[in-house]
């Protein structure tokens, strides 16, 4: 008896601790599958420097094993490309400055539009904008993106469907909210006709990997940024054309547009754009652009 | 004596159980801190649905709170702007089809040019391109941007063996991988002589959070994305004017540079840009870029 009332503290101490481990490995895997999935794979494990950059978020998974650069190298290294001499045009300075002042008055003309009109635009366009993208540079040059351009109406439908009600639920969630005294304003947020109106929808798809031809994963660093700059180069080939549009990143509707769209696992919706001719009617907030001294320092 | 024996194991399970709720706790915190503080920001809380997209990675900060929306609405909308007319540049479609080719040939011949000329370049074209960046959309029109331009040959020095320090060290890492069978070759992948020999180095900066009028923060939504696509822009810019560049994220180097050059806690390197005529004896990688067929998709 009293050498059980001796055990007894024992036990139960070794049972607690052994409880105790347990709860703490459970805790560890729920705080990590409570990240999203994406950035669980980006954890980055304790005995390898990173290789992407911890001040970038692009959702590229490090693995710091593979032949990447911090430049944005244009080759597969392993492929050994021939280098060839790079011819550029050469413009007298008096050109430049003349060229550099017309295409920033062309672009700083360019304004996020809701009101697309419904004519329709010559597909050979549309081609050429989406081809002037493709010319991004990219992480290793894996070319990371696919444009689905959707002008079929009941595609376009489906997609407006799934994009109002994902915004509907986005925005009557911050119902109580401070901010929201208008129920009325807000609902124009979410309705969202120039998905059915504008002539073509663009959703670009970033390709968080690649398929190498062994049936290997290939990591795609820098896709989600290197998507983003062939976006920027979307955005400047349809204003200068004419064709406006409205960088939209729907809510939580990527999973549900690329099954719709019967896209891979390996695409993720990046953004969605809506594009047409301005509706004639079409207004703008009256804002304004930052002047150059807030947005350049020079050394 | 035997209260205290019957005791003993009560209060031995007691202590147990503080004890392993503190393990708990703090691998709790092991956890999430373990992850760069990018992500430790945007764990989801569980008691609100991300108002972020989870299929993207740009860092911004999940809140729940703010007035935003999937639309990169072109106004604050707590200021209530005046709505007007949007008056485009419309082209008749045999123009639209000549202007979208034009521009998508410009572009195509954009290439990433590590060779680059000392040649000086006007300093007034440099700010009509960072203008142009500057038109970009961003979410709520925040325009999350700072675009540092050098020109000082000692700063680009500094600039220069930092980058290049960190690019030996991630190299030399890597020398027991399979893939390094060349040191020489690879040396040539640290040493960045375009960083001292290019007359402007652009140092794009990310703002990850805006500071308002009341001193507290304002996220800054979509702000990787919205710089990401500035840049695409600016290479535009760039290119339209006989500029070269080549796109690159050094690695690791961000909160270094970020204070070599005096930048603010809120502000991210994302990407250096050395920028310049080429040289005469530039020479590229003989690549290809993918077919329109192969990265366009039509519904």
């Known amino acids: 008896m009293v050498v059980l009332s001796v055990l007894t503290p024992v036990l139960a101490v070794v049972l607690c601790l052994v409880i105790g481990f347990m709860l703490v490995r459970s805790a560890q895997t729920e705080t990590t599958s409570s990240t999203s999935s994406g950035e669980t794979e980006r954890t980055p494990k304790a005995d390898f420097r990173p290789w992407v950059d911890q001040d970038l978020q692009d959702d590229t998974e490090i693995k710091g094993r593979e032949d990447e650069d911090g430049d944005w190298v244009d080759s597969n290294e392993e492929e050994e490309l021939l280098h060839?001499?790079?011819s550029a045009s050469v413009y007298p300075e008096e050109t430049m400055l003349e060229r550099s002042k017309d295409?920033?008055?062309?672009?700083?003309?360019?304004?996020?539009?809701?009101?697309?009109?419904?004519?329709?635009?010559?597909?050979?366009?549309?081609?050429?904008?989406?081809?002037?993208?493709?010319t991004a540079p990219s992480g290793a040059h894996t070319e990371p993106w696919t444009f689905v351009v959707v002008s079929d109406p009941e595609t376009k439908h489906q997609i407006r469907l799934?994009?109002?009600?994902?915004e509907e639920v986005n925005y009557r969630q911050r119902m109580g909210d401070k901010w929201v005294h208008d129920l009325s304003r807000l609902k124009t947020n979410w309705i969202k006709e120039y998905l059915d109106v504008a002539p073509y929808l663009i959703l670009v798809f970033k390709q968080t990997y690649g398929i190498l031809p062994n049936g290997k994963k290939r990591t795609h660093y820098y896709n989600e940024i290197s998507v983003s700059i062939s976006c920027g180069l979307l955005l400047a080939a349809l204003q200068n054309v004419g064709l406006v549009t409205v960088t939209s990143t729907p809510l939580n509707c990527g999973p549900q547009l690329r099954l719709l769209l019967k896209r891979p696992a390996n695409e993720k919706l990046l953004m969605l754009l809506p594009v047409g001719y301005p509706?004639?009617?079409?207004?703008?907030?009256?804002?304004?652009?930052?002047?150059l001294d807030d947005i350049m320092v020079h050394i």
């Open 279 to 291: 509706a004639s009617d079409a207004t703008v907030p009256d804002l304004k652009r930052k002047p």
């Open 103 to 134: 295409f920033y008055t062309q672009m700083n003309q360019r304004r996020s539009v809701r009101f697309i009109s419904p004519e329709p635009v010559p597909r050979e366009v549309i081609n050429n904008v989406i081809r002037t993208a493709g």
């Open 162 to 166: 799934i994009v109002e009600e994902e």
């Open 84 to 86: 060839v001499a790079y």
